[in-house]
């Protein structure tokens, strides 16, 4: 599971208001090599909840220097637009859990896959 | 496929595409032509911004195949599939989408304005099939559609290449689609031929778009000279069957625009085309 994807993913467990941003528990962390194309990334960074990837990349332990507030003008920083291209496709949680911040409901994860079926009273 | 039954008659899902059948999608090249195919005239109709690359969610991603031509593409992509051996093929596969382990009857579980757009090969039709006894396939239609309009950013498309059982199972798709805010309608490629007939469900979310024509239509582009467009349409009005009574050159032409219409190949219409031989052919 790479951070963007991680970055979208939330908690559809019927009841839970709030479902993000759920809370990586990563037993196995992976960093794979992926062309890079500034224009995508550009063009990701306005979908996504910094805070939320600041904090996810902190905890996996690959901060890459990100600031806590988005850079303004970001669109011609090459070097910024490399550094939050590999956190959000370089880095892979191959193994752990995703928690829900409000109910603790955790869904694992296995060979980075992670397991978003929901139990008949949850849905 | 089993020959002549549905698969949704057959098993859930998620036992349905177990690791035998997992491994088809793997080998199986006619299959794996097919889907990549699809794949392709899924994204044809997604009519995404040219050479862009875009954020896209593929439901019943199964082994990749689909998800490998959106990679081809220059698309990131994440694939949600309820089958875990499926999954597996696609890991193995290497793939470079992320895998989402999931009910599509359970909704997407992304946050809103996520996907550029969407596609889905062969995977509608099983929601339409109760698995459990606490399904309902109306309910989970609608919460499949009304959650996948929320993750698609306005102007998004969504397209679902189906194989529909009856007109009753597309009926109530489109309307659930529809009450879940999506406009759009369905788009048939090659509507007269039984073998290569396909159903695409074209979804807009937000902005209206014009509805892409189907292959092989009566609307295909072809040059067909005046005078042959107007003494068909004459016979037919003629003919309350629809078909020409005569083996004429009315019915001629008529089979030839039948046959072209399947997709096959027919020689163009000209001055000759029905003339009366001599006794000698």
């Known amino acids: 599971m790479k951070l963007l994807t991680h970055n979208m993913l939330t908690s559809h467990v019927k009841g839970v208001t709030k479902g993000y941003p759920l809370l990586i528990k990563a037993t196995e962390v992976k960093v794979n090599e992926v062309e890079f194309n500034s224009q995508f990334v550009s063009r990701m960074i306005p979908k996504l909840e910094w805070s939320a990837l600041v904090q996810a ?14 850079v ?23 193994e752990g859990s995703l928690q829900c911040p409000e109910s603790g409901r955790e869904f694992p994860i296995s060979r980075g896959v992670p397991n978003m079926l929901l139990n008949e009273d949850e849905v | 496929m089993a020959s002549g039954r549905r698969p949704e008659h057959m098993a859930p899902p998620e036992m349905f595409y177990n690791q035998e059948e997992a491994k088809k999608y793997s080998q199986n090249s006619r299959m794996m032509e097919i889907q990549s195919q699809m794949s392709e005239r899924a994204v044809e109709l997604l009519n995404l911004p040219e050479g862009q690359a875009c954020f896209l969610l593929d439901v019943g991603c199964g082994s990749g195949l689909s998800g490998d031509f959106l990679s081809e593409e220059g698309h990131v992509w994440v694939g949600v599939d309820i089958s875990t051996a499926m999954l597996d093929v696609a890991l193995d596969r290497e793939v470079e989408g992320d895998l989402v382990l999931g009910d599509m009857g359970q909704g997407m579980p992304f946050k809103a304005g996520t996907f550029d757009g969407c596609i889905s090969i062969s995977a509608l039709q099983w929601l339409c099939n109760a698995d459990k006894k606490s399904h309902s396939p109306p309910r989970r239609l609608h919460v499949f559609f009304s959650s996948l309009y929320s993750s ?8 679902f290449q189906l194989y529909p059982e009856n007109s009753e199972q597309l009926e109530l798709i489109t309307s659930q689609a529809m009450r879940a805010g999506f406009s759009g309608g369905m788009v048939v490629d090659y509507p007269n031929s039984s073998k290569a007939k396909k159903f695409f469900l ?8 014009v509805l892409p024509k189907g292959l092989g239509g009566e609307a295909s582009d072809r040059n067909v000279p005046d005078q042959v467009q107007f003494s068909g349409q004459r016979t037919r009005f003629k003919n309350l069957k629809g078909r020409s009574l005569k083996k004429g050159k009315d019915w001629i032409l008529d089979k030839k625009e039948r046959r072209r219409r399947q997709g096959r190949e027919v020689r163009a219409d000209t001055k000759y085309t029905a003339r009366q031989r001599r006794p000698r052919f």
């Open chain 1, 57 to 70: 990349a902190e905890g996996l332990g690959h901060l890459e220097d990100l600031s806590a507030e988005l």
């Open chain 2, 152 to 159: 698609l950013s306005r102007g998004g498309r969504a397209v």
């Open chain 1, 72 to 94: 303004a003008d970001y669109e011609n920083n090459e070097e910024f637009l490399k550094k939050v291209h590999k956190v959000l496709l370089e880095v892979e949680v191959v």
């Open chain 2, 202 to 209: 074209c979804l807009f979310a937000g902005a209206s778009g």
